[in-house]
């Protein structure tokens, strides 16, 4: 029994049959088990050695087991590579695995089964539980993505997260040959080398700076408060003759998670200004909801710290913009 107790030891307390088999132990050895609840079925060859509820790990083992030689893949690989605390993973949704591609996985109740081609080089059967290489899950998600800002969200999260970076995701896209968005995936992916780490501060980059022709601003720019501590801005505008600095902070929360964070903001304000720096701060709403106005305003703000541009006319400005935009002052 050492064999067993350390494969189950080893398997979160999940077992195969054709694994106990395959250590010397006979079917009649798996039926006394089981008739005697110290294994109980939870998929069929597949038990577990309690008979209370299975955590998430367990339920992946078996689903892994149940359809073996198999991978998790999908948002359940991500969750076995980031595990339960950086993202809220909602455990009770199906699990996902992927097997050889021409093999036909069996029907499971809460578990969701696909055929891959590429499941030899993208299956890493020797991690627990054996899931798919991250960064081909990343990508696979990013490509099924319902909408765009869902694919950009994956992308930028996944390199904010510092799992892996835009130039390795770069790199393993040039091995897929079935990708549907490769070329708008690729377009993130530099955006996302270039500083911008999250939807928001893609669609900023996109949407009013590039769209509307400002100043090329600078990413994820290092600073020190007061204090010493060290903090990132999020977009950073300045120039010379005369000297012109103007901060961008891009918000993504739909609210702030607590006092502490906004406590955490109105400090980083405050260091700005005791830098003789401006701060302004944008949310979803003036990205997307109404970039036009938000370049037309950050253009205006610019100007009044020194900028001697002039923002552009975007294909989405409203018409009365562009036609005042072509009247003479």
């Not at 030689?69 to 590579?81: D, E, F, M, Q, V």
């Amino acid at each position: 029994m050492d064999d067993i107790d350390d494969l189950l030891d080893r398997q979160d307390g999940v077992i195969a049959r054709h694994q106990v088999l395959a250590r010397g132990h006979s079917p009649a050895f798996v039926a006394r088990k089981v008739r005697r609840r110290d294994l109980v079925t939870v998929h069929p060859g597949v038990y577990v050695n309690h008979t209370g509820p299975l955590v998430w790990r367990q339920r992946a083992w078996a689903a892994v087991l149940a359809c073996w030689p198999a991978a998790l893949s999908g948002w359940s690989a991500i969750r076995a590579h980031e595990g339960p605390g950086r993202r809220r993973f909602d455990d009770d949704r199906p699990i996902e695995v992927m097997v050889r591609h021409g093999r036909r996985p069996p029907l499971l109740d809460g578990v969701r089964a696909r055929e891959s081609r590429r499941f030899e080089e993208s299956a890493q059967l020797h991690l627990s539980p054996p899931r798919q290489r991250y960064d081909d899950a990343i990508i696979e998600l990013a490509d099924r993505a319902s909408n765009e800002l869902d694919m950009i969200a994956v992308l930028a999260d996944a390199c904010g997260g510092r799992r892996t970076t835009a130039a390795r995701l770069l790199s393993r896209m040039e091995q897929m040959s079935r990708l549907a968005r490769r070329a708008l995936m690729e377009a993130v992916l530099q955006d996302v080398a270039d500083g911008t780490c999250s939807v928001l501060e893609h669609g900023y980059l996109t949407r009013v700076e590039r769209a509307h022709e400002l100043p090329r601003g600078l990413r994820q720019v290092a600073a020190r408060g007061e204090d010493g501590r060290r903090m990132f801005r999020d977009v950073v505008y300045g120039g010379s003759r005369p000297r012109w600095r103007q901060i961008v902070e891009l918000d993504g929360r739909l609210g702030h998670d607590s006092a502490t964070d906004r406590d955490r903001d109105m400090e980083r304000d405050l260091d700005a200004a005791l830098g003789l720096e401006d701060t302004v701060r944008l949310g979803y709403g003036q990205v997307f909801a109404r970039s036009c106005s938000t370049a037309e305003r950050v253009g205006r703000l610019l100007q009044m710290r020194g900028w001697a541009g002039e923002p552009s006319q975007c294909p989405e400005c409203p018409p009365a913009d562009r036609q005042g935009s072509d009247q003479p002052a």
